[in-house]
């Protein structure tokens, strides 16, 4: 059972790799989903162009599935999608198809006309039919009722409140070396940081939950600091971390996002044992608390 540290954890990562993820990538990704949360009775379908209108299908319930992430949603094409799709499974698999569940990525979600018009002209024309979208809430509502397991298996080991509370400098010392490999200049300067600097750059609770928490093991990260020879290597790292979030802030991603991008930066994706993943959140919460990365509050 996640507690709410890793549900933290794992719910921003998904929802930010949901985001990212176009075309089969994110089909194969839902798929990989539903295969883990309905083993036997979710079907992957080959991605091919002949499919029939159909991305997955679940055997008990007859329902079929149609995964649409292009790189760029266009509503004119996204209406005459639904409409041809929907009438191609509902011409292929006539009563074998119960339900119809349309799946996309689009962070702003459907336009009135496509909620309204496409999706309220079909439930009328064929009432017993179940139509149904999937956006991150529900693919997150799957997800997050898997056994532990099967979660780690999709996304990797998350840290724990047990992981943080036995944190030690032996997980955070290679976190730290892992960091020294991005080449950064030594010059730094550190403005204080401000309480309200959280909410100020629009975090999700689950991300500001998830920086408040590793603020419990950010004296570590400084207690190494102290200990080593050199005055500047922990500058050096601060640095670092300024240069990326400077090269992420000026994309169109989200604090989410960014924060999900600096996890990685930090070595993330690289350490496969939750005690490791603690250390990187330690370490992102210490040079956020430092002001190194994010905005702080604007004076008034």
């Not at 089969?24 to 991605?47: C, H, I, L, T």
Request: some cysteine; overall charge negative; aromatic content about 12%.
């Amino acid at each position: 059972m996640l507690d709410t540290i890793s549900r933290d954890w794992y719910k921003v990562k998904c929802e930010n790799e949901y985001l990212k993820l176009k075309r089969n990538e994110f089909q194969s990704w839902f798929a990989d989903v539903m295969e883990k949360a309905y083993p036997g009775d979710f079907q992957r379908v080959r991605q091919t162009q002949g499919d029939r209108g159909c991305d997955g299908y679940r055997i008990s319930t007859k329902t079929v599935y149609q995964v649409y992430a292009p790189r760029e949603i266009r509503p004119s094409a996204l209406n005459r999608k639904i409409i041809d799709d929907f009438n191609q499974a509902l011409e292929e698999f006539g009563e074998k198809m119960a339900a119809w569940t349309f799946v996309h990525n689009d962070p702003d979600g459907l336009t009135p006309d496509t909620a309204v018009d496409t999706f309220g002209g079909l439930k009328y024309e064929y009432p017993d039919i179940i139509l149904a979208t999937h956006t991150f809430n529900e693919i997150w509502d799957i997800i997050k009722n898997l056994d532990t397991e099967k979660i780690e298996d999709l996304f990797g080991p998350a840290p724990t409140i047990r992981h943080l509370h036995h944190l030690q400098l032996t997980e955070i010392v290679p976190v730290l070396r892992f960091i020294e490999k991005h080449e950064v200049p030594v010059e730094v300067t550190v403005d204080p940081p401000d309480p309200k600097k959280l909410e100020f750059n629009a975090f999700s609770e689950e991300a500001q939950d998830l920086i408040s928490s590793g603020r419990r093991k950010a004296t570590l990260v400084q207690q190494y600091f102290e200990k080593v020879r050199d005055p500047m290597y922990g500058e050096s790292l601060a640095e670092a971390f300024r240069g990326k979030y400077d090269s992420l802030k000026g994309s169109d991603l989200s604090s989410d996002e960014i924060f999900d991008e600096l996890r990685k930066f930090t070595g993330g994706d690289h350490f496969h044992d939750a005690s490791k993943q603690a250390a990187v959140l330690a370490i992102l919460s210490y040079f956020f608390e430092r002001c190194d990365i994010f905005e702080n509050v604007e004076e008034s």
